[in-house]
């Protein structure tokens, strides 16, 4: 009876604190992510942040998903330390023969709303120890807003589709290879795709896909000697006239328009002022009709020095020449109105004479932070071109 | 030699955690791609692998050895936006820790190259991992992190399209970086503790790819960074950031300078040898030779002798007083790895994986041996505790040890 009592005692004592230090675990665990969702620039917050990364690196198994959780809103670097928090968490845990909490890490990854690398980080630790059950989520993550896992997901559908053309089944190919064209955003994927489609017969409209914005006026050429061109403010940057006219470097400049029809996007300003020109500047400029406000991701590729302007916000620009350009090599978060919107792009020559420093070129596309075209509702038919690289004069 | 890098690690070169058989960054100790022989192979061949093992991404970075523990980056992914930093077992591979990151700055570079160019480089503590895309992560060698650094984020123009891949050293408390670029450069002396700087520098907007070297300075006994770009090679105080002297004859983007003994020969008009004279005034050139030329190619200096490799693979001996060429000798090119040296033995390893060690000796250099590892070999080499490190964008070996 004695010991009854005691016993009874013992577990008493055992769970009431349990509970208040489980509070007090998840407000400290709290405390420290928020001690390292606080880094910024030029390592500020880097001494706290250490500190509450030994704390959260100490926590086991079973506190890895609120871990993740705490990624919501995090900045790049945030989400790194806290990914590695976590993988430190994770192999202490099975080195020392522990279990990670896969249940909680598969309802993770379900829930949309937390940060898309927190969730693709979970997928990883599930698959890290349950490789089965990590292959049979793939399949609905194809639409996932996380383009790490539906990378995966997209390559299960080119497969399946890959199979189904194998077997004489072309309808059932066609339909589900344009399933995975729809979920497609990495670009080697989108070619894939596209290429086995067109082989089906069917019409794949890229530019589309992507968002690239092919419709284009454009006015130039401005003088780039020195590279001066690139920091000269010239008329188009003070404000926008279509009809206007300006003195050039060689002479008197209009607008004209200019009309790419290549897969990709790329507008070839040598089509409008041919001959390779050196050492100019111009300028392209476009309006995107949105529905409603929203944030924008506009997406270029130039090996030219270049400023890209939305509503008349400067959001970057970069004076590199010729060391090579593809798709979404740079990002640019902007802010699109209701309404209409103006884009404006400056793309500078310099005086390298070399073969590979003729293109005098860019490829813009609007899209989500997921690569997801967004498209104007002024956007007009995508131009046909069968397909070239090739972009002209309307 | 072998007193050379003692004394620097007595004197606290790094943390005063490093070994005497450590190679903790790019070019090992010295940053002049030198050890004494310390048992390494005289010869080569297929028996030399002492093991191989996967990578899980690409990388030109050289592997950097502390103790027994090799550390390695890499890049995957369809971008090559995922960052990876392994600790393996120098005994035989196995791997003892991976962290994983997400790049926060641009991944684009050459086809040739992943996004995992710069060599790390340790203290003895720490080790300090720099990606292609100024991503500047440090963790402890337990793989515990110590601090971030998103480089392209703080300063969004410091970055190439065709890559970065200078590497960082050690000075001290002090970790030196050169992020250069046409559109924005800028050397910088990061806390080693806290990731913060301690100063920046405006650097010339030029595409840069060499990396910095430090060097004790036998006077005075401080230590000296040499931040080296197309206007020549600036010494500064790694404390600090203050200039101590300046070199403005031009050099060479993508060899480095080399030091041995108190010469620094840097890749300027071919190759020039200087001797540092007083704080504030610009170093003794002491001899200039276009023949000896390193390209793009970092030079290493042995036993009284200079050898520069170029692309194709002509090996060029030069005597280190004159700056006379000695001989010359053909290896198998192409080359982009620099050359390493050990003792009397120079090793290169040529673009298609073929290790080849020479006795530079020997009255006009001899080939003693070489093993195929038949993969594509950028990064240049590494040597530690008796056994040469190579790694390829699938692969990392060790021969001998």
Redesign the interface.
């Given at each position: 009876m004695k010991i009854q009592r005691h016993l009874l005692a013992i577990v008493v004592a055992a769970a009431l604190p349990l509970t208040t230090a489980d509070a007090a675990n998840a407000k400290r665990t709290k405390q420290w992510l928020k001690a390292v969702n606080a880094?910024g620039?030029?390592?500020?917050g880097?001494?706290a942040?250490?500190k509450a990364?030994?704390q959260i690196?100490s926590l086991n198994g079973d506190s890895i998903p609120a871990i993740l959780a705490g990624m919501k809103g995090s900045n790049?670097?945030a989400?790194?330390?806290i990914?590695?928090?976590v993988?430190?968490i994770a192999?202490k845990e099975l080195n020392g023969g522990g279990k990670l909490p896969v249940a909680a890490l598969k309802k993770f990854v379900g829930e949309t709303g937390h940060n898309p690398?927190a969730r693709r980080l979970a997928f990883e630790l599930i698959r890290r120890v349950d490789a089965k059950a990590a292959e049979k989520m793939i399949p609905g993550l194809a639409n996932d807003p996380s383009v790490?896992l539906r990378?995966e997901a997209v390559q299960r559908l080119m497969d399946q589709g890959a199979k189904q053309l194998a077997g004489g089944k072309k309808d059932a190919a066609a339909k589900t290879l344009g399933r995975a064209l729809d979920h497609a955003r990495?670009?080697?994927q989108i070619n894939s795709i596209s290429k086995d489609l067109r082989g089906l017969g069917q019409a794949v409209d890229l530019p589309k896909h992507f968002g690239f914005l092919m419709h284009w006026s454009v006015i130039g050429p401005f003088d780039n000697t020195y590279r001066k061109g690139f920091a000269t403010v010239f008329p188009p940057e003070k404000g926008i006239d279509l009809t206007a006219e300006y003195d050039g470097k060689d002479g008197r400049v209009k607008w004209t328009e200019l009309v790419s029809a290549d897969e990709y996007g790329m507008v070839d300003i040598n089509k409008a002022y041919p001959g390779n020109i050196k050492e100019v500047t111009a300028y392209a400029y476009t309006e995107f009709k949105a529905k409603a406000a929203r944030p924008i991701e506009l997406r270029l590729g130039c090996?030219n020095?270049w400023k890209v302007w939305l509503n008349g916000e400067l959001l970057?620009g970069?004076?590199?020449?010729h060391?090579?350009?593809?798709i979404d090599?740079?990002r640019l978060r902007g802010e699109l109105k209701a309404g209409v919107n103006t884009i404006l792009v400056k793309a500078c020559q310099n005086e390298q004479k070399e073969s590979w420093t003729k293109e005098w070129q860019f490829q813009l596309r609007a899209c989500d932070a997921t690569g997801t075209a967004v498209l104007a509702e002024n956007r007009p038919p995508t131009p046909k071109a069968g397909g070239k690289k090739t972009a002209s004069l309307r | 030699m072998k007193k050379s890098i003692l004394s620097l690690l007595i004197a606290g070169f790094g943390a005063g955690a490093l070994s005497a058989g450590d190679w903790p960054q790019f070019r090992g100790p010295d940053s002049n791609g030198i050890v004494n022989d310390a048992g390494i192979p005289k010869t080569l061949g297929d028996k030399s692998v002492s093991w191989k093992i996967d990578l899980p991404g690409r990388g030109i970075s050289s592997p950097i050895i502390i103790g027994d523990k090799v550390f390695v980056t890499c890049s995957s992914g369809t971008d090559q936006n995922r960052l990876h930093v392994i600790c393996l077992s120098a005994k035989d591979g196995s791997k003892i820790w991976e962290r994983q990151f997400w790049a926060t700055g641009r991944t684009m570079t050459h086809q040739k190259i992943g996004c995992a160019t710069s060599s790390p480089a340790s203290d003895g503590r720490r080790i300090f991992a720099l990606f292609s895309c100024n991503d500047l992560i440090c963790l402890d060698l337990d793989g515990n992190l110590q601090w971030l650094r998103g480089l392209t984020r703080d300063y969004p123009n410091a970055s190439n399209s065709l890559g970065m891949a200078s590497s960082p050293v050690v000075a001290g408390d002090t970790l030196v970086v050169q992020v250069e670029a046409d559109s924005e450069s800028f050397a910088a002396g990061i806390d080693v503790k806290t990731g913060v700087n301690r100063w920046k520098l405006d650097r010339a907007k030029k595409a840069n790819w060499s990396s910095p070297m430090v060097y004790k300075d036998a006077k005075s006994g401080r230590l000296v960074a040499l931040l080296q770009g197309s206007s020549g090679l600036m010494a500064v105080d790694p404390k600090t950031g203050s200039e101590l002297w300046n070199f403005d004859q031009g050099s060479s983007t993508m060899s480095s300078a080399t030091k041995v003994g108190d010469l620094i020969l840097v890749p300027s008009r071919g190759l020039t040898a200087l001797k540092p004279g007083k704080e504030g005034f610009p170093p003794e050139e002491l001899w200039n030779s276009s023949r000896l030329s390193p390209r793009t190619i970092t030079p290493v200096a042995l036993g009284g002798k200079v050898f520069s490799v170029n692309g194709s693979g002509v090996l060029s001996c030069g005597d280190l007083e004159s700056g006379k060429r000695l001989w010359q000798l053909r290896l198998k090119g192409p080359f982009s790895a620099s050359p390493i040296g050990a003792g009397r033995f120079l090793l290169a390893v040529n673009e298609k994986g073929l290790v080849q060690l020479v006795d530079t000796e020997a009255a006009k250099g001899e080939m003693v041996g070489s093993v195929n590892l038949k993969d594509v070999v950028i990064g240049t080499p590494s040597i530690a505790n008796g056994a040469f490190y190579v790694r390829s964008d699938a692969h990392l070996w060790k021969l001998g040890g």
């Open positions: 880094v620039a030029e390592g500020q880097n001494e942040a250490s990364w030994r690196a790049e670097l989400e790194n330390w990914r590695s928090a993988e430190s192999d690398r790490e990378r990495d670009l080697d090996k020095a970057f970069r004076d590199e020449y060391r090579g350009m593809r090599q740079y | -």
